[in-house]
């Protein structure tokens, strides 16, 4: 039986049904009939408005947000999608801290669905540093679908490392 890696904490019917698509060669199918269009956010500029344009929609008092950008080396280097930080550097005889978040260069063509659920993701830690019950409740204020969203966005990392010969319909 194949191991999904991005899909080990989901219940065993579920992984069974994502193991019979990539056995009719039909996961990269049912993922463009579910998700078939691509963003437009491609630079670190549209991405830090787009992800501001949230932040003031559902996190107005939350701490602002230095810097927002596309990291290539994201999912190699800390095996995340995204990643939020806060930098501390000394200016003058204070500690400032700069918020960051960034996100896997991946998703540059990726479903418009899928950049939304990493945004909020780091945008909730923002309020919530630990993947706890609050966390994830703020993660489905902010997005209602956020719980299907998550799980086919693992579906899709699953479907993106299958080897070419397997399943290449819609491959990006």
């Not at 009939?33 to 996190?59: E, F, G």
């Not at 703020?138 to 479907?159: A, G, I, K, N, S």
Request: one cysteine or more.
């Amino acid at each position: 039986m194949m191991p999904l890696k991005y899909l080990q904490a989901y219940p065993a019917t579920l992984q069974d049904k994502v193991r019979q698509l990539i056995a009719q060669q039909r996961l990269g199918e049912h993922l463009a009939k579910r998700y078939p269009d691509r963003h437009a956010v491609q630079s670190d500029k549209a991405l830090y408005a787009y992800t501001m344009d949230l932040k003031q929609q559902y996190l107005k008092n939350a701490p602002g947000i230095d810097k927002v950008l596309y990291d290539s080396k994201l999912d190699v280097v800390r095996n995340a999608l995204g990643l939020h930080t806060a930098i501390s550097r000394v200016q003058g005889g204070k500690l400032k801290a700069k918020k960051e978040i960034r996100v896997a260069a991946l998703f540059k063509v990726a479903a418009p669905e899928f950049l939304q659920m990493i945004v909020v993701h780091e945008l909730a830690h923002l309020k919530e540093q630990d993947h706890n019950k609050a966390f994830y409740q703020l993660c489905q204020y902010m997005l209602p679908d956020y719980h299907q969203w998550e799980f086919d966005l693992r579906v899709y990392l699953t479907w993106r490392e299958l080897p070419p010969a397997v399943d290449a319909d819609n491959r990006e």
